[in-house]
């Protein structure tokens, strides 16, 4: 403790604040979950398992069945004459590959996607990346990153993937202007909303990466700044970086407050001047407050507990405590990046009670020790909640959904508001 | 390795998580990695379950893999023992943990725990998940059983006593069927002993040898536990699965020569609609409709007898993911006069099927997407199962209730809201074309204005010496496809085209049509 009272105290929010560490089961997604939303966002990418039956089972469950008769995706199911080596993995993955190619000719990106098996066995995919990129170029690229439940929870495997195409994005000239690169995948709408309010600023030129289309690969170079959309990019910063792009440290763009922070690191890159910033921000910011002001009715005073998800456990709770009023019971994240998090924590209550990884028994514990007014939580845990009389959000609906910008701000609240108005409902 | 787009069957220890969840009082460790804990989904958000499944993971990690995933495992397996304090536990490993070779049970045999420990052994890499349930299953019957127990000889008038076997979690309506059959055993005047795995707490399954036969109501999971309760009891078992009304009866006949009783008053009281319903003149439109079964091997075999004896369809096609009972399919099969497919694979189901073009699949929810997008009706008769199969009304598959839910079920999909033979008789009528506002809604749409053939007539006549890849419609073919009901348009349309396409006429006209129909026609 300093002997010295500092006269004017300042909040750091948690930028410094304990963390409990825990290890045991986990209720998630493994990363290869991620192949849900990332297929739909490249439209011409297909994305291979090269896996167990359980891969194929978990993907084919967390996307709810069956949604797309044919989807960009499938499983090179591993069987037991591989293991026992009487077929070669590397023949059959190729024969496996060139059947599909032959299938889906509109194939433009083919990711191999590695699995638990894949990397207990070694299997060396991005030898097989490389080779079979070679034998199907120009037509279709592959590439390589691993979805494995042993190295990435949930949304990391998004990250994984992201990681995978930087080292394949064209170079940007040395003479290019300064460019703005925005880093996840957001839905198109949401995409579009901030291609406009860039646009309003004059930042520019903005590209958004992951691209819809294979063929719309993102430069990067020593002249790229990128701000990161998504709080689960680790990797994916990292390998930018590699490649001379800058980071703009930023909140996530969630909720009013998130939104304009984020688009202010960009304007402050880009030199606009307060009075543009003003301009371009000011009609949605107040559209977005009053629908958020609307929401605030059913959320203030209510508390809430985060399960670990993906990651976007601490920006949520900044949204839902900072402009909701909610109280935080406990904010679990599966990993706490603290350099990427850094704006995040500084605007968190002082001492909420934040848990990194997960031991789920324990924290159920905890959970109905803080009988909280709702939890969100993963889908298996979600109906045992509520049968305990619990009100819960499932995680996953915020990935799904769009959540960010100023647009989707009130959407956002509402996603929390619903469980508890649904509960008032049934119960009068 | 081999391609998959979507799966019928999960890896073997969901299986057994199907066992496991379906008990009371067992608690299964199961090493595997992070992200194996989606399994716990399918049980509370498919099933709708108000307890997540006493599933304990021990999620290793990459980092874990160089170190001790033997003590991670052990760890684990304490702490579940201590926290859940079950009956019995039941350790094993999902596909990655397979392949780091721990074994749980010799680990698990090391913790001394006061309870006992069924070591699972099940091949990942070869198996599937109704495979691992019935290993799963026999392993439990078989290390819980109480061998020492004897059912001792039944006196004169005492009532025979049964044990239920096969109903398990995640089960295509088994809650509902065992409602059902308990009900019907019950009527019979047979005792139930023990109910299992659904329901049975590992003390339950100590009592199995006290009963004097075994009812099997689902083979796939429960074949092989029967088996061994036979030889270690005597135990015989029923045969025949109890679904539609002809299978209700002849399992009401063998029940009642395994337990001694007239089923005489129980096949006189039965509420069994569906025969009558079958009957009915209305029904007289669903005769020799062309249906395609696909899904496990007994609900297959059930259905397609229905179907055959029960609704008066030809069955067409049937088939199975089921390779454990490809023998007992292609049998089916040869009574129908049919090949049986015997495949897990999605994209060969699909092309059967559109080879076949069925009026009706019954099959899982894979046929139904397969049938939405060939435009073809369809029940959903088998699983893998999703959120609808578990609905909140009682709606069994098996006994004479189940009967009545089969006739409705199928027969739905193929009135689409009006009988056919009404829709026949007003065809063109006002209110019974495609382009007609419903008629709750009030004011009639603008009907459309026919459409013109596309290719002109001259052309696609200089062209019919050519073997055509398409054929055009003529316009007064066209004109004359219009006055066909809607609902019955795209086939004949389809079969017209298949049909002239096959004879190498690029331009078809009314008598193509009319040919076509005759062709088709039975």
């Known amino acids: 403790m300093s002997p010295v009272i500092p006269i004017q105290s300042v909040s750091r929010g948690c930028a410094d604040a304990p963390v409990l560490k825990e290890r045991g089961q986990r209720e998630v997604f493994c990363g290869l979950t991620g192949i849900i939303w990332l297929h739909r966002k490249i439209q011409d990418a297909f994305f291979l398992v090269v896996g167990s039956r359980t891969c194929a089972h978990l993907i084919q469950s967390a996307a709810g069945v069956m949604i797309f008769a044919e989807p960009r995706f499938a499983t090179a199911i591993i069987d037991e004459r591989d293991l026992a080596g009487l077929a070669d993995c590397n023949e059959e993955l190729d024969r496996v590959v060139t059947r599909l190619i032959e299938r889906r000719p509109e194939i433009k990106l083919l990711f191999l996607v590695g699995s638990c098996p894949s990397e207990v066995i070694k299997l060396d995919l991005s030898r097989a990346a490389s080779r079979l990129s070679g034998r199907f170029s120009p037509d279709v690229r592959v590439l390589n990153y691993s979805g494995s439940g042993i190295e990435t929870t949930f949304t990391q495997g998004e990250d994984a993937c992201l990681a995978s195409l930087v080292p394949v994005l064209p170079p940007s000239a040395a003479s290019a202007p300064a460019s703005l690169m925005v880093v996840g995948a957001l839905a198109d709408v949401v995409e579009d909303q901030f291609a406009r309010l860039f646009k309003q600023l004059g930042i520019g030129p903005v590209q958004f990466f992951p691209p819809r289309q294979a063929n719309e690969m993102p430069a990067v170079g020593p002249n790229t700044v990128f701000l990161l959309a998504q709080p689960f990019l680790a990797d994916t910063a990292v390998a930018l970086e590699a490649r001379g792009a800058t980071r703009l440290p930023a909140p996530f763009p969630l909720g009013v407050e998130g939104t304009s922070a984020w688009l202010q690191a960009a304007a402050s890159a880009f030199g606009v001047d307060a009075a543009t910033f003003e301009a371009a921000t000011a009609p949605a910011r107040d559209r977005a407050t009053s629908a958020v002001a609307r929401q605030r009715t059913q959320l203030a005073g209510k508390s809430i507990f985060f399960f670990p998800d993906s990651q976007l456990e601490i920006p949520l709770a900044r949204f839902l405590s900072r402009e909701l009023g909610m109280t935080l019971a406990e904010v679990g994240t599966p990993y706490l990046h603290r350099q990427h998090m850094a704006e995040e924590l500084a605007l968190l209550p002082e001492g909420t009670f934040l848990s990194e990884g997960q031991h789920v028994e324990n924290q159920l514990d905890r959970c109905r020790a803080a009988q909280p007014d709702i939890v969100v939580c993963g889908l298996g845990l979600a109906n045992p909640l509520e049968a305990e009389g619990l009100t819960t959000k499932w995680a996953i609906e915020l990935v799904f959904t769009p959540i960010q910008g100023y647009e989707q701000a009130a959407d956002l609240a509402e996603l929390f508001s619903r469980p508890l108005v649904r509960r008032l409902r049934l119960a009068a | ?522």
């Open chain 2, 1 to 522: 390795m081999q391609l998959t787009l979507w799966t019928y069957e999960g890896p073997p220890h969901v299986g057994a998580m199907r066992i496991a969840t379906a008990m009371k009082d067992v608690h299964y460790v199961l090493h595997a990695p992070q992200g194996d804990t989606y399994a716990d989904l399918l049980f509370t958000m498919i099933e709708r379950n108000a307890k997540r499944p006493p599933v304990t993971y021990t999620t290793f990690q990459a980092r874990d893999l160089g170190g001790d995933t033997a003590e991670l495992f052990k760890n684990a397996a304490r702490e579940a023992y201590e926290r859940f304090k079950p009956q019995a536990m039941m350790v094993g490993s999902s596909c990655t943990a397979e392949l780091i070779q721990d074994d749980p049970g010799g680990l698990c045999k090391a913790l001394d725990l006061p309870v006992p420990v069924v070591a699972l052994e099940l091949p990942s890499y070869q198996r599937k998940e109704n495979w691992g349930a019935s290993e799963t299953f026999y392993q439990m019957v078989r290390n819980l059983a109480d061998t020492s127990l004897k059912r001792a000889p039944r006196d004169a008038g005492q009532r025979a006593r049964c044990n239920i076997l096969g109903p398990a979690a995640l089960g295509f309506r088994h809650r509902d069927d065992l409602r059902e059959i308990s009900g019907l055993l019950r009527e019979m005047g047979v005792d139930i002993n023990v109910t299992a795995p659904l329901g049975a707490s590992p003390a339950d399954m100590a009592r199995l040898g006290d009963a004097d036969f075994n009812v099997v109501l689902y083979p796939e999971i429960a074949n092989v536990a029967a088996g061994w309760l036979k030889r270690t009891f005597g135990q015989p078992s029923t045969r025949t699965v109890p679904i539609g009304s002809g299978a209700t009866r002849d399992f009401i006949h063998e029940v009642a020569e395994l337990a001694g009783v007239d089923p005489a008053a129980v096949l006189a009281n039965a509420e069994a609609r569906a025969p009558w319903y079958a009957k009915s003149v209305d029904s007289t439109y669903l005769t020799s409709k062309r249906v395609f079964v696909f899904g496990d091997a007994t609900h297959v075999v059930a259905a397609a007898r229905i179907a055959a004896q029960e609704m008066g369809f030809t069955v067409v096609g049937l088939g199975t993911y089921s390779r454990e009972f490809a023998r007992e399919v292609r049998e089916a099969a040869a009574l129908y006069g049919v090949e049986a497919l015997i495949s897990d694979d999605y994209l060969e189901v699909e092309a059967r099927i559109a080879e076949l073009q069925p009026e009706l699949v019954l099959g899982s929810q894979m046929e139904r997407h397969i049938a939405k997008r060939l435009g073809v009706p369809c029940a959903v008769i088998s699983a893998p199962v999703h959120v609808q199969d578990f609905p909140a009304r009682y709606s069994p598959q098996m006994g004479f209730e189940g009967a009545n839910v089969l006739f409705d079920t199928w027969v739905h999909p193929l009135m689409m809201g009006l009988e056919e033979h009404l829709i026949g008789m007003f065809r063109g009528d006002a209110e019974f074309h495609e382009d007609a506002a419903p008629s709750h809604l009030g004011g009639a749409m603008t009907p459309k204005a026919v459409v013109a053939p596309v290719a002109p007539v001259e052309q696609a006549a200089a062209n019919e010496t050519l073997t055509p890849q398409e054929a055009t419609w003529g316009l007064d073919a066209e004109k004359e496809l219009r006055k066909i009901p809607f609902f019955v348009r795209g086939k004949a349309r389809r079969n017209t085209e298949r049909f002239a396409i096959d004879r190498g006429v690029s331009l078809i006209t009314v008598e193509t049509l009319y040919d076509a129909k005759a062709h088709y026609g039975r």
